[in-house]
């Protein structure tokens, strides 16, 4: 038993019983599952919103997935989701309510945290940052000298800038042409440097987004930002025209000299990964416009009611999670490939890897315990059909099992002209022919059939029995991204509960960074730094002597 009274889940008679069919399926393959029911590739599919899911390319049968939602139901997954959309706090190591959903609520929901309904606040925000995103779209926003804004400079690390930053990407179409908005993460100054080199001062706005407010990388770009517009304006009152901050620490944001009044807030029940549909997505809300930014909270919506209330056997979040565990738990795969094919969803996968990874690479139970089992997969992934000509030859023929997400659309983005639109039935050929070449391979016989000499056979043969879903939707909107990212937030929160780990903290981020400033004066004074290891010496001794200090 665990001290929150569940049994270990690897002794339980569900995940006994998942080993067993596990090893009964030895054999299997796609090719087999295929031909024994002729209904299949129809069948096994679900439509939630606009999003078409076939996990009919996977190796399960009717079976395997009444064993899954078994597991589920053992571990009580729909009542952690519950629990998580009522506002109870399920983040129990930081004592937190989880409730990314209530950002995109109606205005007439009701959803109470410590006794206080939250939406009227959410939507408060939401109208203030529409008010705002609309004068600086119309130009009635000005800078220090009244000259309108044309660029917008969002500076954020993590779940501060990977939403936005994605979200503004897949979104390019539906954004106003006529402003440059760029996104600034990393502490390298280069980033800062290529992202303000050829901008004008008086036309760029900078948003600071950080939750607490304290992360170092932004607070120190966000000084560097300060200081290259007022090297140019030079009058300190000119930063209350061109800063505005997204936090929950008002406090903060007053030292850093940024005016509360112009700062969009979010509240601790927002984690910074599921924070870009709140005041963090203020950037990309200027891009777009408040209408489209609201149709994506829509899209958002439609998913949370699904996966709030459809059963499970039609619950596509429950399905995508369960079937993670199935490969990650029962046979061994280390990693899943998310790979869309749309030029738009470039960073999707980059953003997901911090939805997933910061949420479920954790060792230790919400018991306290070291987990026996595996949790979170390596996430990876680029537009295809780019990863075609790097890395699926290790998908096709490599020795690891890499379940994979193809993402796909039917219609090309509306502002493509037609030459380029003509383009995109070859795209899409790529899709389709990628999914089928991995689950049905190619066999020795049809590869000698074609005349290949058999020397060459071996190398010919595709095994096949590589399992993918396919995600299609008719067109890529603003809610059709809220629907997709809504989907993937709701995987991961079934594989967390499966697994009895706390998906809502981060506690693994905070050695790195407590070290960085323990080492930070050994490189810019050579100072003692008590406890630092013979190879961390030798190597910042390295980095003194090349740096000629
Ligand atoms: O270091 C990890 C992290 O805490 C992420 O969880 C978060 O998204 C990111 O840093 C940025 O944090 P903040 O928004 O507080 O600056």
């Known amino acids: 038993m665990n001290a929150d009274g569940r049994t270990r889940l690897n002794q339980t008679p569900e995940w ?33 919103g606009d999003l078409f899911v076939d996990y009919s390319k996977h190796l399960v049968t009717d079976e395997t997935l009444r064993l899954l939602r078994e597991l589920a139901a053992a571990t009580d997954v729909f009542g952690l989701r519950d629990a998580m959309f009522r506002g109870e706090k399920i983040n129990t190591t930081e004592n937190r309510a989880v409730l990314h959903t209530a950002l995109r609520a109606p205005r007439d929901a009701v959803i109470e945290v410590d006794g206080e309904n939250v939406v009227p606040g959410v939507h408060a925000v939401l109208d203030k940052m529409a008010g705002f995103a609309e004068r600086v779209r119309s130009g009635e926003w000005t800078g220090h000298t009244g000259k309108r804004i044309r660029n917008v400079v969002n500076v954020g690390i993590g779940g501060s800038d990977l939403g936005p930053a994605m979200a503004y990407e897949v979104l390019r179409a539906f954004t106003d042409r006529d402003l440059t908005v760029r996104f600034v993460s990393n502490v390298d100054g280069a980033d800062l440097h290529e992202a303000t080199r050829d901008l004008d001062p008086s036309e760029t706005l900078f948003i ?97 009611e699904h996966f709030r209330t459809a059963p499970a056997e039609s619950n596509v979040p429950l399905l995508l999670g369960l079937l993670g565990i199935w490969y990650g738990n029962f046979h061994d795969a280390q990693s899943h490939a998310v790979l869309p094919y749309s030029h738009y969803l470039s960073k999707f996968t980059a953003y997901l890897q911090q939805l997933d990874m910061e949420s479920n690479g954790k060792y230790v139970g919400r018991d306290g315990r070291e987990v026996q089992w595996q949790t979170g997969p390596v996430v990876w992934g680029t537009p295809g059909t780019n990863g075609q000509h790097a890395y699926y030859q290790l998908i096709h023929q490599g020795t690891k099992l890499i379940p994979a997400d193809f993402i796909g659309f039917a219609e090309p983005v509306a502002e493509l002209g037609d030459e380029l639109k003509a383009q995109h039935d070859l795209l899409m050929a790529n899709f389709f022919a990628q999914t089928q070449a991995l689950a049905f391979g190619k066999t020795p016989e049809e590869v000698r059939a074609e005349g290949v000499p058999e020397e060459l056979v071996a190398h010919k043969t595709f095994r096949g029995n590589h399992p993918t879903t396919t995600i299609l939707a008719r067109e890529l909107t603003p809610s059709v991204l809220g629907q997709l990212v809504a989907l993937y937030e709701h995987k991961v929160f079934v ?55």
Do not use: C
């Open 495 to 549: 594989q967390g509960a499966v697994w009895n780990i706390d998906s809502f903290d981060q506690w693994g981020v905070e050695l790195g960074k407590v070290l960085a400033k323990r080492v930070e004066p050994a490189l810019t004074e050579g100072a003692e730094v008590p406890g630092l290891d013979a190879s961390t010496q030798a190597l910042v001794a390295k980095y003194r002597e090349l740096r000629g200090r």
């Open 16 to 48: 006994t019983a998942l080993a067993k069919h596990r090893e009964e399926f030895a054999d299997t393959h796609l090719r087999d599952l295929f031909a024994a029911d002729p209904g299949r590739g129809s069948g096994y599919t679900l439509q939630v």
């Open 208 to 304: 600071v987004a950080s939750k607490t407010f304290t992360t170092i990388e932004t607070v120190t770009n966000a000084t560097s930002a300060r200081q290259w517009l007022l090297a140019s304006l030079g009058d300190e009152a000119a930063v209350a025209k061109h800063f505005v901050a997204l936090s929950t620490n008002a406090e903060k944001v007053a030292e850093f000299g940024i005016d509360t009044a112009n700062m969009f807030e979010f509240w601790d029940w927002v984690g910074g990964r599921y924070s870009y549909d709140s005041a963090i997505g203020l950037s990309l809300m200027i891009a777009i416009g408040p209408d489209r930014f609201r149709e994506m909270l829509d899209g958002f919506h439609l998913v949370d």
